[in-house]
């Protein structure tokens, strides 16, 4: 059961981008709250942000944030989040049937992004608002001084703007469940009026048009045909967002990487057709700004109901497992294989709600199964993607005839003289034995190998034992001249690094 590969760095799929490594803070459930604001915890810093989350954040590598939704943005009012906090109203989120009060918003977010590293990716509000307030909130975040809302934000004490160049232009549009969903035509309008105008302000700004929810909603192919047929030369990119689950059937959530890429396969053939017929000399790429595995539904997850309106309840608090953390990894190196087309990615979400870093009010801060392959992967890409031509045994799952057992990407520094192979294998049951010829390397050691994997795939980390199953060393890995070979257990995801 062998997967060939080659790694030669005169085939290049494009750079890393560091834009792949993103994620998303939404006014969520305790993403925010508790999450990486709480003012009364005794790690908070002077502002109320978790200092021992800005930690975590900052070991997950993470590289923009898109903020403040997620389903949340479609009601959101961005004026009740600035000012003096104790005028700031209590306001019902209906997206999460919860009440927000408004503590933290684009000033307090822009501050702690500087205090994470981390570039913010703003989403306006196109459901229950539009251009003007968009432009707005622009003006309030992006102008030096000298008018109404750059002068507000300095007496807010933003004295410096908060440049934010990357804007969402709006969240899901094409679902049923979103505040103000809309036509493809309807959004269309909105997305291209609201961008034209953006682009007057600032014509460099980078801005991400909605494109479908999922590839499994109706409208799929039609949304982005439309859409992009009034947006095409206004916007840089258009979004993709993918949730996967385990349904119970280990070898068939194993298979997320490979319908990821046929999801990214089939955006880029309905963004390149609008491109050919408008004969655009541009070229729209794709912002995958919600990805992660998701198995919680909103009744399992208990979203209130009824009177109840809590401020930061437990939503979508998912834990993960080692099997989890494989398709986290396998996703990762999808996104990194489609570095030609996919622009930026954010993983959905950072804290608490399907996320990596996990939190108790009050109390510790934890890392889940998934926090390993990002961090790692987010640490070591560097340079150039390459294409492997991986030759793969082939397997087939209920669901999903066939796909490959190995899913693999290699990146490659020049100056740094490193390459590094990220490798998941797919299967089930079966180890995989990996051959890579990399004698175009020139590759004298492995610096590095290490493998994430489990006797028991569905182990999960807690806040109490967060680290007897992490990442170990692969010792099968042999470099031995031009020749790499490494033992992938079933269910495994692998790093190796030659120098
Ligand atoms: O990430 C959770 C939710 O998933 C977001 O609010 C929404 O955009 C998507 O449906």
Redesign the pocket.
Known sequence: NTAKITIDPAFVIGPVRRKTFGA?V?H?GRCVYTGIFEPEHPQADEDGFRTDVLELTRELGVSTVRYP????VSGYRWEDGVGPKEDRPTRLDL??HSSDPNLVGVDEFAKWSEKAGVEPMMAVNLGTRGTQEALDLLEYSNIKGGTALSEQRKANGAVEPHNINMWCLG??MD?F??IGHKTAAEYARVAAETARAMRMVNPDLELVACGS?GPDLPTFGEWERVVLNETYELVDLISA?Q?FEDFGDLQEHLTAGHRMEAFIKDLVSHIDHVKSATKSGKQVNISFD?W?V?HMSRDESKTPTGDDWPVAPVL?EDRYTVADAVVVGDLLITLLRNTDRVHSASL??LVN??APIMTEPGGRAWKQTTFHPFALTSQHASGDVLDLGVESPQLGSEKTPAFSALSAVATHDADAKEAVVFAVNRSATDALTLDAAVGSLNAQKVIEAITYTNKDPYWQATADDSTSVLPSENVSVKLDGGRLTAGLPPVSWTMIRLS
Do not use: K, P, R
């Open positions: 998303f939404e969520l939704g997620g389903n949340f997206a999460w969240n899901e679902g469940w979103q929810s967002h949730y919600e992660n998701w979508l959905a979400q709600v399907i």
